[in-house]
């Protein structure tokens, strides 16, 4: 048996699944098991089950409703379905010609001819076809990679590589756990008298062994990280005892509002961990409007107290310019200047900016990851702050990180007493030494991702976490409607009468996910077409393609009230923050993830003023973009859409994991699995303790491909 030879593309769709080596084929592990192992007779089936059925086709025709759609009847004897696809190939249409033998496989439901099966998965049989003898695993997997050369990889490597046990006998003997190879073959092959149920809900032996795996290596991983941060040295950023230079305390009393409990709590987590000689790495969480920036600006004047700089980053130069007028508003008070750094900056005006960086003229400096390029040297960087983390690469998070130990290097202060130690785990772990001192910033993330406490911390090696779990006061919910593209004229008309009464409206284009091109076409057309629509409107346009100038300006006019309508790509996702806009059109709901949506509508709903959002979706709706908005539509908490986005796509995708590699539980469940996180912690102690080697062999087997990113 040949290892079998992958293309470069699908090299690259498996890149997107976390797959880099092909040892990763074996954890990718079933999201759950179709049973082709019987048929169903057509006749019992029911709207909602997923089933197999068998028959002849016995009519086929290409309607057109409106859409070009390829509709055939499948008889069985005893009862009839339509099958219909949206999208097919002329060869397609061959294979169901009248007449042929037909077994079809999908999700039952009630269409405008009676029972139908949308996109089934469908192949000619004859009387004898054999029946699958297993269950069909079904992974997750990207957008053009099919199931069948998924199946084909991992099947190949469940064939040609090792699988053998990395913990010690006398461990699996007293946990009662059976064996890796036994346990991944099962799950990748599970035979038909195995209770599909156990299986689809993780709860056969197989699946506990893979998520004490799992969780083992979490828990060394941890413990290997958090030693190697305690050995990282990072400046002492206490609360000043100075009445007249607590900067802090001085905001806290200029702002209009009294900050919520959560704003307080994290706050103060915060506070603690940049009083400590160790770099803080922490995680705030807290839904869309629930008041990050304010923390962010609290902590920033911390660090400030004591001398040293603080840099903010936020993903887009939307965001990071109102970041940037916010800021100055609150801190000019205080004497605190901020500056502005993006990478549209004239020349001139970023050579002198980043002077006045190098310089530590400027404390506080705002921007895009304009900031974290080589050329921007900071003076005494004390605190970097990541806005939507989510939203930047693992690389950008590093280079961040050695911009403290950059700045220092040249201006020669004191050499940090761990440095030997401290580069020969970096050069342990293929990373590159640090300069002649490698004091680093504390780190301090945010992002409105809101995924529950437990689950955060269990993605991420070494974070600290922090949650607001409340939003300020006074905000009324956002009514969510969905609405069908036939009935766009009616969602104009609702446009047209909100404008009019004085409110202020975002009408967010579709997203295009093939070419950035296409998109922004399709945002300009848009905005041709509302702007001839509404003639007594004042509307703007903003997409990402527009210079940095013009989009403060049009975001400026937006805000003043100058425009009453804002067509927008889906820049407008993260952060931006205009209360007085209080309906929101999303275009194409179904092409979006429920993350997004979220972050989207939590665009409205920032004011005193009853909100709206309308979906406004294309028919019809595959399986997944139904369970999507129906989900939104019934949910504005963030912290439920999250747990529902986990069940539909896997964690893998969540937190923008799926580009950094740091998601670290994918079968564990924190909170469900207690009871094997506490063995797990104790094991994860025995192996370092008395088998170094099948720690290293364990954490090589589950980690190999996170490794880099583990400490970001
Ligand atoms: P996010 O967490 O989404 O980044 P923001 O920091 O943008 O939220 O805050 C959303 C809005 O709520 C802002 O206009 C902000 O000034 C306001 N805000 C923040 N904290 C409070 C509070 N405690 N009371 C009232 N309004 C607040
Ligand atoms: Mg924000």
């Known amino acids: 048996?040949?290892?079998?030879?992958?293309?470069?593309?699908?090299?690259?769709?498996?890149?997107?699944?976390?797959?880099h080596h092909r040892s990763d084929l074996l954890l990718h592990l079933p999201l759950r098991y179709e049973d082709e192992t019987h048929l169903a007779p057509i006749a019992a089936v029911q709207p909602g089950e997923t089933v197999q059925v068998q028959g002849n086709i016995t009519h086929s025709e290409i309607a057109f409703r409106p859409r070009r759609t390829l509709v055939c009847r499948l008889e069985d004897g005893g009862g009839e379905l339509y099958l219909r696809f949206l999208n097919f190939y002329p060869s397609q249409q061959k294979q169901l010609a009248v007449g042929k033998q037909i077994r079809a496989i999908g999700e039952v439901r009630m269409g405008h001819y009676g029972l139908e099966m949308v996109h089934p998965k469908c192949r000619a049989v004859d009387n004898d076809t054999p029946l699958q003898q297993s269950l069909t695993p079904v992974y997750p997997t990207t957008a053009g990679l099919a199931q069948p050369?998924?199946?084909?990889?991992?099947?190949?490597?469940?064939?040609?590589?090792?699988?053998?046990?990395?913990?010690?006998?006398?461990?699996?003997?007293?946990?009662?756990l059976v064996g890796f190879a036994a346990s991944i073959q099962l799950l990748h092959n599970p035979t038909p008298d195995m209770a599909a149920r156990a299986l689809e809900e993780r709860s056969h032996a197989a699946w506990r062994r893979i998520k004490f795996d799992e969780l083992l290596a979490q828990q060394l991983s941890m413990r290997v990280h958090h030693r190697e941060r305690s050995k990282r040295?990072?400046?002492?950023?206490?609360?000043?005892?100075?009445?007249?230079?607590?900067?802090?305390?001085?905001?806290?009393?200029?702002?209009?509002?009294?900050?919520?409990?959560?704003?307080?709590?994290?706050?103060?987590?915060?506070?603690?961990?940049?009083?400590?000689?160790?770099?803080?790495?922490?995680?705030?969480?807290?839904?869309?409007?629930s008041g990050k920036t304010i923390v962010a600006a609290l902590a920033a004047l911390q660090a400030i107290e004591n001398g040293y700089q603080v840099a903010l980053m936020a993903p887009t130069e939307i965001l990071a310019e109102q970041h940037y007028l916010k800021l100055r508003d609150w801190l000019e008070p205080l004497g605190i200047v901020p500056v502005w750094l993006s990478g549209s900056l004239k020349k001139k005006d970023k050579q002198l900016t980043?002077?006045?960086?190098?310089?530590?003229?400027?404390?506080?400096?705002?921007?895009?990851?304009?900031?974290?390029?080589?050329?921007?040297?900071?003076?005494?960087?004390?605190?970097?702050?990541?806005?939507?983390?989510?939203?930047?690469?693992?690389?950008?998070?590093?280079?961040?990180?050695?911009?403290?130990?950059?700045?220092k290097s040249v201006r020669g202060e004191p050499v940090e007493p761990h440095l030997p130690q401290a580069n020969a785990l970096r050069q342990a772990q293929g990373e590159r030494p640090e300069g002649f001192n490698s004091n680093e910033p504390h780190q301090l993330m945010m992002s409105a991702t809101p995924i529950p406490r437990t689950l955060a911390m269990s993605y991420y090696a070494d974070l600290d976490v922090s949650v607001i779990?409340?939003?300020?006061?006074?905000?009324?919910p956002v009514i969510t409607k969905l609405v069908s593209d036939e009935r766009r004229d009616e969602v104009i008309a609702r446009v047209r009468s909100a404008c009019m009464a004085g409110q202020q409206a975002y009408w967010v284009c579709p997203l295009i996910d093939e070419s950035e091109a296409l998109q922004l076409q399709t945002a300009i057309e848009t905005y041709e077409k509302l702007r001839a629509e509404f003639p007594e409107l004042k509307v703007g346009l903003v997409h990402g393609k527009l210079d940095n100038a013009e989009k403060v300006r049009v975001m400026a006019a937006f805000k003043a009230g100058e425009l009453q309508l804002l067509v927008a790509t889906t820049v407008i996702e993260v952060g931006v923050d205009v209360p007085n806009a209080s309906l929101m059109v999303i275009d194409h709901a179904e092409r979006m993830g429920l993350a997004q949506l979220h972050q989207l509508r939590g665009r409205v709903g920032r004011?005193?003023?009853?909100?709206?959002?309308?979906?406004?979706?294309?028919?019809?709706?595959?399986?997944?973009?139904?369970?999507?908005?129906?989900?939104?539509?019934?949910?504005?908490?963030g912290f439920a859409i999250a747990q529902h986005d986990l069940q539909l796509r896997g964690p893998g995708e969540l937190l923008g994991a799926r580009q950094s590699g740091v998601a670290m539980l994918r079968f564990a469940d924190i909170s469900a699995d207690e009871g094997l996180l506490n063995h797990a912690r104790k094991a994860a102690d025995e192996l370092l303790r008395d088998f170094p080697e099948a720690a290293r062999a364990h954490l090589h087997r589950w980690m190999a491909n996170k490794h880099d990113y583990l400490h970001v």
């Open 469 to 476: 779990d409340e939003v300020p006061p006074g905000r009324t």
């Open 233 to 289: 040295v990072a400046p002492i950023l206490a609360p000043t005892l100075e009445p007249h230079q607590q900067l802090t305390a001085r905001l806290i009393k200029a702002l209009p509002f009294v900050l919520t409990k959560a704003q307080q709590r994290t706050f103060a987590e915060i506070s603690r961990d940049l009083a400590q000689p160790h770099p803080m790495q922490r995680l705030l969480l807290g839904d869309v409007g």
């Open 607 to 637: 004011g005193a003023a009853q909100s709206l959002c309308i979906l406004l979706y294309q028919q019809p709706l595959s399986e997944l973009a139904r369970a999507r908005l129906k989900i939104i539509f019934e949910s504005t908490d």
């Open 354 to 407: 980043a002077e006045q960086i190098a310089s530590g003229e400027t404390l506080l400096a705002i921007g895009t990851h304009a900031l974290f390029q080589q050329q921007i040297e900071f003076h005494k960087l004390g605190l970097a702050i990541v806005d939507e983390q989510h939203k930047f690469g693992v690389q950008q998070r590093l280079a961040l990180r050695r911009k403290g130990a950059a700045s």
């Open 1 to 19: 048996m040949q290892p079998t030879k992958i293309s470069p593309a699908t090299l690259a769709k498996l890149a997107k699944l976390g797959i």
């Open 149 to 176: 050369l998924l199946r084909k990889l991992i099947t190949n490597a469940l064939e040609t590589l090792p699988l053998s046990d990395t913990l010690p006998d006398a461990l699996l003997k007293r946990l009662k």
